[in-house]
């Protein structure tokens, strides 16, 4: 995959995050009560991933040759972090 390819993806990532938490809240308030404080720190700490996710994008498209890899790196560590904390969050429906 370019370059191109990979910010077009990445972007793609960014934007799913967003629905991903928009659908959370949503569902925020048919948690029980037994779990809104941890459903509401868990929701928080993915507000937090979202912003660094969208802070290594940029890093990413302003990236040089020589940077690139490790841009490409820290957005995909910080993309897999989101899915983890997605993950434990929607662990609390179940």
């Avoid at 960014?14 to 779990?35: Q, T």
């Amino acid at each position: 995959m370019n370059k191109e390819e990979y910010k077009a993806k990445a972007a793609q990532s960014i934007d799913e995050v967003s629905a991903k938490i928009n659908e959370l809240k949503a569902k925020k308030e048919s948690a029980k009560d037994d779990v809104k404080s941890d459903y509401e720190q868990a929701l928080k700490t993915l507000e937090e991933n979202k912003s660094e996710i969208q802070a290594k994008y940029e890093d990413l498209k302003n990236a040089s040759e020589d940077k690139w890899e490790d841009a490409k790196d820290a957005f995909s560590s910080a993309s897999d972090s989101f899915k983890d904390g997605f993950s434990k969050i929607a662990s609390l429906f179940s």
